[in-house]
């Protein structure tokens, strides 16, 4: 069975760091063709999806963020940790992680049940 | 990026009602186009993926159509715990983008 459940503060000052983790079951990050992904609502908005490691330590992230993102693992632990510097305001939002398909069709079908993160000074 | 164009954003609807949700991407992503239920407190939920294909234990009243630039989403004879926002994904490229949403109300 898998599952996954995010970590994190539920409360950032402006221009902190905010790590959150991901610890997953079921899986293995190690396996050949795992990925895990976070994801991310702003209250009564669209999902944005934010990042990507896989199983052989490759890394993906979206576009405007990229210069803000960090996505590690840490195997052993069954872990994904994000980083997101110099957090605003605007990054309010509920942070998701999902495992990533082991097909070739890369979509989401495992999500932990999210974190809300609220930037506020 | 590629730009997913979810519609419409809200939809009013009624127990047993068919509803048609539409998507459409900036360029052709083949099949590589999936939706997702979410609802407050809960964690999303994949019903869809290949555009097409059913997740398995998602109803049979949930179907999806498309290829290329094109796709919807249906859902036949609406049950009360449909009521939710269903949201497209493209993953034929990094960065994986999403529709804006469809908040579908009784």
């Known amino acids: 069975q898998v599952t996954l459940k995010e970590s994190g503060p539920a409360l950032v000052k402006p221009t902190q760091t905010l790590t959150l983790t991901c610890t997953f079951s079921?899986?293995?990050?190690?396996?050949?063709?795992?990925?895990v992904s976070w994801i991310r609502q702003p209250p009564g908005k669209a999902l944005e999806w934010l990042a990507r490691?896989?199983?052989?330590?490759?890394?993906f992230y979206t576009t405007s963020l990229k210069t803000r993102l960090t996505i590690s693992k840490d195997t052993s632990k069954n872990q994904v940790v994000l980083t997101m510097t110099n957090m605003d305001p605007v990054d309010t939002a509920t942070y998701y992680c999902?495992?990533?398909?082991?097909?070739?069709?890369?979509?989401?079908?495992?999500w932990g049940q999210g974190t809300l993160v609220t930037v506020s000074s | 990026d590629i730009q997913m164009t979810q519609s419409p954003s809200s939809l009013s609807a009624s127990v047993g009602d068919r509803v048609t949700i539409t998507c459409r991407a900036s360029q052709s992503i083949t099949d590589y186009l999936h939706w997702y239920q979410v609802k407050p407190g809960k964690a999303p939920k994949l019903l869809i993926y290949a555009a097409s294909t059913l997740q398995s234990g998602v109803p049979s009243r949930f179907s999806g159509r498309g290829s290329g630039i094109d796709f919807t989403l249906t859902i036949i004879s609406l049950q009360p715990e449909d009521f939710a926002t269903y949201f497209c994904q493209q993953s034929y490229t990094t960065p994986y983008t999403f529709g804006q949403g469809t908040k579908l109300e009784i």
């Open positions: 999902a495992r990533v398909s082991v097909s070739w069709y890369f979509y989401f079908d495992y």
């Open positions: 079921g899986f293995s990050l190690s396996s050949t063709g795992m990925r």
């Open positions: 490691i896989d199983w052989d330590d490759d890394k």
